[in-house]
């Protein structure tokens, strides 16, 4: 019995390699799973349910296959998929849940979420964050012309130099901070928490103000390798898988 965790794997047409893995992972070892967790940035930018390329054709149809085969598939926004909706929910199978979301892990309580949440420090971003999840503004976003949505997404991805390795003073400035993480832990009185977004994968304890130690899993990113959280009921593993060097 494993349930497997996954996140940040921007997956984009301009990186075969990730998708390669991705789908590999989907037709294999997932299909072990009792269920499979995605906590965000799935894909490098997402821009509506109406954007039906031919590459997110691939990949609804890849995570269709999967919940077809009767493992349930959960998904919780990123910073970068935040406008995934309804219909890839319906067309893929995944359920979308809200986050943070504490999930009953074989009797363990756990929170998930995507992570951005506890990086306090970068108050510009959690400034950014504010003001693009208003769900009045996500709601005019929606409407707007499919054109006018890829060609700022474009801006964006180009600006932020999406799909490539951050650097260390840029992995700093995005951490997570103390605590925000002990809020976290407190607020919702448990002893585990999975996230990524911070693309520096590692587990950490925190003492904690009740006398306990919290576990934090933190996931990786799959530029360089894909990252794998594998929780069963007595253990975890934390592992990375090569990409492809075709």
Same mark, same amino acid.
């Given at each position: 019995?494993?349930?497997?965790?996954?996140?940040?794997?921007?997956?984009?047409?301009?990186?075969?390699?990730?998708?390669?893995?991705?789908?590999?992972?989907? &037709?294999?070892?997932? %299909?072990?799973?009792?269920? *499979?967790? !995605?906590?965000?940035? $799935?894909?490098?930018? #997402?821009?509506?349910?109406?954007?039906?390329?031919?590459?997110?054709?691939?990949?609804?149809?890849?995570?269709?296959?999967?919940?077809?085969?009767?493992?349930?598939?959960?998904?919780?926004?990123?910073?970068?998929?935040?406008?995934?909706?309804?219909?890839?929910?319906?067309?893929?199978?995944?359920?979308?849940?809200?986050?943070?979301?504490?999930?009953?892990?074989?009797?363990?309580?756990?929170?998930?979420?995507?992570?951005?949440?506890?990086?306090?420090?970068?108050?510009?971003?959690?400034?950014? &964050?504010?003001?693009? %999840?208003?769900?009045?503004? *996500?709601? !005019?976003?929606?409407? $707007?012309?499919?054109? #006018?949505?890829?060609?700022?997404?474009?801006?964006?991805?180009?600006?932020?130099?999406?799909?490539?390795?951050?650097?260390?003073?840029?992995?700093?400035?995005?951490?997570?901070?103390?605590?925000?993480?002990?809020?976290?832990?407190?607020?919702?009185?448990?002893?585990?928490?999975?996230?990524?977004?911070?693309?520096?994968?590692?587990?950490?304890?925190?003492?904690?103000?009740?006398?306990?130690?919290?576990?934090?899993?933190?996931?990786?990113?799959?530029?360089?390798?894909?990252?794998?959280?594998?929780?069963?009921?007595?253990?975890?593993?934390?592992?990375?898988?090569?990409?492809?060097?075709?």
């Amino acid at each position: 019995m494993i349930t497997r965790f996954i996140s940040d794997l921007h997956l984009s047409v301009c990186r075969p390699d990730m998708t390669a893995l991705f789908v590999t992972f989907l &037709r294999t070892e997932a %299909r072990e799973s009792d269920a *499979l967790y !995605i906590l965000g940035d $799935l894909f490098d930018y #997402w821009i509506g349910d109406d954007d039906q390329t031919p590459f997110h054709r691939h990949i609804i149809y890849e995570l269709r296959q999967l919940t077809d085969a009767g493992v349930p598939c959960f998904f919780i926004a990123g910073n970068r998929d935040f406008l995934i909706g309804e219909r890839f929910a319906t067309e893929t199978g995944v359920t979308i849940l809200e986050q943070p979301f504490v999930a009953d892990i074989y009797g363990t309580p756990t929170l998930l979420l995507h992570g951005d949440c506890l990086c306090t420090d970068d108050v510009a971003y959690q400034r950014f &964050r504010k003001v693009v %999840r208003n769900p009045l503004l *996500l709601a !005019i976003a929606k409407r $707007l012309p499919l054109k #006018w949505r890829r060609s700022l997404a474009q801006k964006l991805r180009s600006s932020s130099k999406s799909n490539q390795p951050l650097t260390p003073e840029q992995l700093k400035a995005m951490d997570t901070t103390e605590p925000a993480v002990q809020q976290a832990f407190a607020k919702y009185k448990l002893e585990r928490i999975i996230h990524g977004h911070t693309h520096q994968p590692n587990i950490h304890e925190h003492e904690l103000a009740n006398g306990q130690v919290g576990t934090r899993i933190v996931l990786g990113d799959w530029y360089e390798q894909g990252s794998i959280l594998e929780v069963t009921a007595d253990t975890f593993i934390l592992r990375s898988e090569p990409l492809s060097s075709n």
